[in-house]
C-alpha cells in the first residue's frame, strides 16, 4: 500500500473524569507547553461531547510512537498527570494507530 509522505502516530482517546472534574481536567490539559512540538507532537487537541459530561476527548499526533512515549518524561507533562489523576475516574478509552497518509495533504 502506497503512503504519502513520513508516517506518524495517532492517539485518540478518552478520559473519563470523576463528576463534576471535567472542566477542571480540560484545563489542565489546554496550558500551553510547547515543549511538546520539540518532543515530536504534531497535534494535540482536546474535546467534549456534551452527551458525555463526564468525559474528555483528546487527538493526538506525533511523529513516532517513541515520540509519544518519551514525552511522558518530560517535566510538564508529569507535573500535569500527576495533577490531573486525582479527578479522573480511571475509565479510559481509546485507539492508536499508524497515519499511513492524507488526502488533505500535499505528497
Not at 518519551?70 to 507533562?77: A, E, F, I, P, Q
Amino acid at each position: 500500500m502506497k503512503h504519502n509522505g513520513p508516517m506518524t502516530f495517532a492517539n485518540v482517546g478518552s478520559l473519563g473524569t470523576k463528576p463534576g472534574q471535567r472542566d477542571a481536567v480540560i484545563s489542565i490539559l489546554l496550558r500551553p507547553k510547547p515543549e511538546l512540538r520539540g518532543a515530536g507532537c504534531l497535534l494535540y487537541e482536546v474535546g467534549v461531547n456534551e452527551e458525555s459530561p463526564d468525559t474528555v476527548f483528546v487527538c493526538e499526533l506525533w511523529e513516532s510512537a517513541e515520540a509519544h512515549q518519551g514525552s511522558l518524561k518530560l517535566d510538564s507533562v508529569r507535573a500535569a498527570i500527576s495533577e490531573a489523576m486525582p479527578m479522573l475516574s480511571g475509565e479510559m478509552g481509546g485507539t492508536r494507530f499508524t497515519i499511513l497518509g492524507s488526502p488533505i495533504r500535499d505528497a
